[in-house]
């Protein structure tokens, strides 16, 4: 089956620097979705992607959609303590449809004090 | 409603015993998913449903899980003969039927097989 190959694994970092992670592909998706999940609760959905090279904003949350097709990344700017929690990449093979989503093994970022 | 609900929060069985999930999805949406997510935080996906028919179910273990979404009701997962191994959170999500329209989840109902 489809995989995402989501990095870094983890990540470590003062409050108000930026945050980047990203999730590639072997295979072409036409949606990339970013999720966040807090402990105990379901994924919340961040941003999401629709075309091939687009750019998308969401407050301090900047996402691209590879024009590849293959990759997505997600930036957070000065990062601050309720930002701590685990990042997921989705991919869709269509952009509607009842198609399952295929999930990266998430970001888990950690805001040192 | 305007979140996906889903019930109970919490649900223990011996193993060997059925498990049963529900699922409401948000008010106006026509596709139901199901997740499964075990404990290194990977998702899998089971199923999926457009209305009460199902869509696609490639991810279901067919042999003991089995799910309905029918009018009127709440969708429903459920797991026969429970082992250990299914001890997961299961995720409900939902979308809308037009196109490009994210999923949204519920908070999962965590499965503690004994």
């Known amino acids: 089956g489809q995989q995402l190959n989501q990095s870094p694994q983890s990540m470590f970092i003062q409050e108000g620097e930026d945050v980047s992670m990203n999730c590639t592909s072997s295979?072409?998706?036409?949606?990339w979705l970013w999720y966040k999940q807090d402990p105990g609760e379901g994924p919340v959905l961040l941003i999401a992607l629709y075309k091939a090279g687009e750019l998308t904003s969401n407050g301090r949350l900047t996402a691209q959609f590879g024009i590849t097709r293959k990759d997505s990344f997600l930036n957070i700017s000065a990062s601050i303590p309720s930002d701590v929690g685990i990042y997921f990449c989705?991919?869709?093979?269509?952009?509607?449809?009842?198609?399952?989503?295929?999930f990266g093994k998430g970001t888990h970022l950690i805001i040192q004090p | 409603g305007e979140e996906v609900a889903q019930t109970p929060k919490h649900l223990v069985r011996g193993e060997g015993q059925k498990a049963k999930l529900y699922c409401a999805p948000i008010k106006g949406h026509s596709y139901v998913f199901w997740y499964q997510q075990v404990l290194k935080n990977e998702f899998k996906f089971l199923i999926s449903?457009?209305?009460?028919?199902?869509?696609?179910e490639t991810g279901m273990p067919k042999e003991r899980f089995s799910a309905k979404c029918l009018p009127n009701s709440p969708c429903s997962l459920e797991i026969q003969a429970t082992k250990l191994e299914d001890s997961a959170v299961y995720f409900c999500?939902?979308?809308?039927?037009?196109?490009?329209?994210?999923?949204?989840f519920g908070d999962g109902t965590r499965l503690s097989i004994l």
């Open positions: 295979s072409i998706f036409n949606t």
């Open positions: 999500a939902s979308s809308r039927r037009t196109r490009n329209q994210p999923q949204h």
């Open positions: 989705a991919g869709r093979n269509s952009g509607g449809g009842a198609d399952g989503l295929t």
């Open positions: 449903f457009q209305n009460e028919n199902v869509f696609d």
